[in-house]
């Protein structure tokens, strides 16, 4: 079972982010939302040890802002 630990930064980014792109925050949400059900999405960042790094790309199609171009989202599962 995985918990999700969302930190103070991650929230002052997400809060700057609703600000910028406020049209696009269901599918924001809906992408957060998403990852806590299947924490293993996303591409896989090498390089790390003993913690597996996964980045999804968040699409902002409220501003023709496809999911290569979109937001990025990192997710560090730690396996130790």
């Given at each position: 079972?995985?918990?999700v630990k969302r930190f103070p930064a991650f929230e002052r980014s997400l809060r700057?982010?609703?600000r910028k792109y406020g049209k696009s925050s269901?599918?924001?949400n809906k992408?957060?939302?998403n990852i806590v059900k299947n924490p293993k999405i996303g591409?896989?960042?090498s390089g790390y040890d003993n913690l597996e790094i996964r980045k999804e790309?968040?699409?902002l199609k409220e501003y023709n802002i496809?999911?290569?171009k979109g937001g990025g989202k990192i997710n560090i599962?730690?396996?130790r």
């Open positions: 079972m995985f918990s700057d982010v609703l269901e599918s924001i992408v957060i939302e591409n896989v960042c790309r968040i699409p496809g999911q290569s599962l730690d396996y």
